[in-house]
């Protein structure tokens, strides 16, 4: 997987795992909204979607603790 180590070999350790764990719970999300659009005919819309990951990304960081995600609060 070269693109995923380019596209985080230069940051620091922290904002490695903070970008990694946000690019594994986009994709996830992604994927689970195509499921609902496909299989029960339910669209969400990229704020909806937004919303899964946020709450996904509070609750792993409510059970396992950091990485810090303060930027993605908003």
């Given at each position: 997987?070269?693109w995923w180590?380019?596209?985080?070999?230069?940051?620091?350790?922290?904002?490695?795992?903070?970008?990694?764990?946000?690019?594994?719970?986009?994709?996830?999300?992604?994927?689970?909204?195509?499921?609902k659009?496909?299989?029960?005919?339910?669209?969400?819309?990229?704020?909806?979607?937004?919303?899964?990951?946020?709450?996904?990304?509070?609750?792993?960081?409510?059970?396992?603790?950091?990485?810090?995600?303060?930027?993605?609060?908003?």
């Amino acid at each position: 997987m070269d693109w995923w180590e380019k596209e985080l070999a230069h940051l620091s350790k922290k904002d490695r795992r903070l970008k990694a764990a946000l690019m594994i719970y986009a994709g996830w999300n992604i994927w689970k909204a195509r499921n609902k659009k496909f299989f029960e005919q339910r669209t969400m819309t990229p704020g909806e979607v937004m919303q899964e990951i946020k709450a996904e990304m509070h609750c792993r960081a409510m059970a396992c603790g950091k990485p810090e995600m303060s930027s993605f609060n908003d």
